[in-house]
């Protein structure tokens, strides 16, 4: 299994290389989680290690958990709060200056529904997330694998969004859907 496969949208089963990838993952997050609360430069220096890339002046708050941190790219002043769950399993993409509220959920990954032979033996497949500069996202905001939110749109607290947000707009529910218009950027 090679990291390839992992995000090519296929079908594919959990192998020690995963694993082995999932731990190596894991110890930085660990370090990263065990730093002081005020060695915010020490924090970003290990996660630009691990992630696809780290805006400037971008911040994580403790106690992150991710699958296996390369593929999530972090955007300039983005801030991701405290409790964050990134299953990183398929790309996540947060834009500059994204706020991520307390212990939201990003999935990538996706079980067989209809192959109930495929889910037992375990097969997965991912869909990447992508969200627009300069949104938020509540507490407790759940993202459901393929989504995009579009830029300057806000989702409130508790919140499970699966389905594309537009630009924009001001989404809540579960599901999530646009309750009202935001005003365009000028």
């Not at 992630?51 to 994580?60: H, K, L, P």
């Not at 399993?89 to 834009?95: A, Q, R, S």
Request: proline residues 6%; charged residues 20%; hydrophobic residues 40%.
């Amino acid at each position: 299994m090679d990291v390839e496969q992992l995000v090519s949208g296929d079908w594919y089963l959990d192998s020690p290389a995963l694993r082995a990838l999932r731990d190596d993952c894991a110890s930085i997050v660990d370090a990263s989680n065990a730093l002081p609360a005020h060695d915010h430069h020490g924090r970003a220096e290990l996660l630009r290690g691990l992630f696809g890339s780290f805006g400037d002046g971008a911040e994580v708050v403790p106690r992150l958990r991710c699958s296996y941190g390369f593929n999530v790219s972090i955007g300039a002043g983005a801030y991701v709060n405290a409790n964050a769950f990134l299953m990183d399993d398929g790309p996540i993409t947060l834009g500059d200056h994204v706020r991520i509220g307390p212990s939201a959920v990003l999935a990538t990954a996706l079980h067989p529904i209809e192959e109930h032979r495929l889910r037992r033996e375990g097969a997965e497949r991912t869909a990447p997330i992508t969200i627009g500069d300069n949104c938020w996202l509540g507490s407790t905001v759940t993202v459901g694998a393929g989504v995009t939110i579009g830029r300057n749109t806000v989702v409130g607290a508790g919140s499970v969004v699966l389905r594309d947000l537009p630009d924009h707009v001001f989404a809540a529910g579960s599901p999530a859907a646009p309750i009202r218009d935001l005003p365009v950027e000028s």
